[in-house]
Structures are given as C-alpha cells and as structure tokens.
C-alpha cells in the first residue's frame, strides 16, 4: 500500500514558478512509476508528466514540455514537479499518482492517488 500527499500549490502570475511535492508512505515506492496529472472542473483528469521508477524515463503532455519538468529521490520518497513559465491554463488541481499498470499517460491505469493540490495561476 502507498499513500501519497502532494505540496506546494499555490496562487501565482503568469511566468511565474511553483514547485509541486508528492511525498509517499510505503517501502515500496521507489519500485513504481510516478504521474503527474491535472483537473479543472467539468473535465476529465489530463495527464501532466511521467516518470519511471528508476528516473530513467520521463514523458510530458506536449503543452507543458520545455517548462515542467519531473522528478523523484526514491531515497527519500518523494516525486516533484518543477513548473516554470506558467500560464493561466495551467490552473488546475495537480494529482500525483504512483504504480500505472499499463498506459502511464492513463489516469484510470494508476493504483494510488493523493488528494491534490490547487495550482491556481492569474494573468
């Protein structure tokens, strides 16, 4: 079992910056994949990044390559999401999610879930 808690969401401007947290409870969280994925009312959960259990492989949705990017410390048990440049479509509840059995860009693939975070970004 995996719990997941995510951090670090926030108010922000336009071009600004925010560095989202997932931390996790559970030894065996260095053993999955790690996604990063983002809601706004009325839509279906969109996935944001993925990362493979070892950092090896990271993937993004093609709006946010080039200004997020993921990462994890299995050491530590933790996963980020460094978002720079950010825009006003950005705002968003972020979920991390952990363990996608097949389809890691699919939300309904993915076992554990946080509770999410406001990434609110104004012009």
């Known amino acids: 079992q995996v719990q997941l808690v995510e951090s670090g969401g926030g108010l922000v401007q336009a071009g600004g910056s925010l560095r989202l947290s997932c931390a996790a409870s559970g030894r065996t969280f260095s053993s999955y994949a790690v996604g990063w994925f983002r809601q706004v009312p009325g839509k279906e959960r969109q996935f944001v990044a993925h990362i493979s259990w070892n950092g090896a492989i990271t993937n993004y949705e093609d709006s946010v390559k080039g200004r997020f990017t993921i990462s994890r410390d299995n050491a530590k048990n933790t996963a980020a999401l460094q978002m720079n440049t950010l825009k006003p479509e950005d705002t968003a509840v972020y979920y991390c999610?952990?363990?996608?059995?097949?389809?890691?860009?699919?939300?309904?693939?993915?076992?554990?879930w946080g509770q999410g975070t406001q990434v609110t970004v104004s012009s």
């Open positions: 999610a952990a363990w996608p059995r097949g389809g890691w860009n699919i939300a309904d693939k993915y076992e554990y």
